[in-house]
T-cell receptor, first 111, second 110 residues
Framework: DTAVSQTPKYLVTQMGNDKSIKCEQNLGHDTMYWYKQDSKKFLKIMFS???????INETVPNRFSPKSPDKAHLNLHINSLELGDSAVYFC??????????FGQGTRLTVV | QKEVEQNSGPLSVPEGAIASLNCTYS??????FFWYRQYSGKSPELIMSIYSNGDKEDGRFTAQLNKASQYVSLLIRDSQPSDSATYLC??????????FGQGTELSVKP
């Protein structure tokens, strides 16, 4: 059983489109995250939810909107995609400061 | 100052040598520290966690934490070519944010 699963794994889309990435964890963790990893491999936190409540909202364009319908799911919706949004997006979950488990990543390419 | 800082490398060591990876962090109240390994095209995987000052050993890996100096390190003994990857230092700060350094690329030459 995959602990943290993201879909889709690859996403190629045109500028200006709207797209969503879904994430689910079956670990029973309370906290979920979205990270963006750029071409230089730097993992930058975007959002964090604890029990469906947004607790961390970094300086991210408001075209990015996370949604957590329950504590096992954290989705990321991106409006009006731009070339600079091309990156790998990772979902992760953790419990009370213990290690975070990562999904397999979604490679987003905006053309 | 970056919140979590690592030498970006690349760090190249011969097979069998000790690889030493270093990390500093800015939030003095941080309590949880992690080392992740990331192979190219894959997701980060946890290899070590450390929560108190001193050394923690797990097989060929030793994590060292010095909270007074705000310094975390990872030693890999008997380095193998399969250890070649990017190593990410991560720190959970007081606000519950898990922050990563920029990673150190390690290359182990046969």
């Amino acid at each position: 059983d995959t602990a943290v699963s993201q879909t889709p794994k690859y996403l190629v889309t045109q500028m200006g489109n709207d797209k969503s990435i879904k994430c689910e964890q079956n670990l029973g963790h309370d906290t979920m995250y979205w990270y963006k990893q750029d071409s230089k491999k730097f993992l930058k936190i975007m959002f964090s939810y604890n029990n469906k409540e947004l607790i961390i909202n970094e300086t991210v364009p408001n075209r990015f909107s996370p949604k957590s319908p329950d504590k096992a799911h954290l989705n990321l919706h991106i409006n009006s995609l731009e070339l600079g949004d091309s990156a790998v997006y990772f979902c992760a979950s953790s419990q009370e400061g213990i290690q975070a488990f990562f999904g397999q990543g979604t490679r987003l390419t905006v053309v | 100052q970056k919140e979590v800082e690592q030498n970006s490398g690349p760090l190249s060591v011969p097979e069998g040598a000790i690889a030493s990876l270093n990390c500093t962090y800015s939030d003095r109240g941080s309590q949880s520290f992690f080392w992740y390994r990331q192979y190219s095209g894959k997701s980060p995987e946890l290899i070590m966690s450390i929560y108190s000052n001193g050394d923690k050993e797990d097989g060929r890996f030793t994590a060292q934490l010095n909270k007074a100096s705000q310094y975390v390190s990872l030693l890999i003994r008997d380095s193998q070519p399969s250890d070649s990857a990017t190593y990410l230092c991560a720190v959970m700060n007081q606000g519950g944010k898990l922050i990563f350094g920029q990673g150190t690329e390690l290359s182990v030459k046969p």
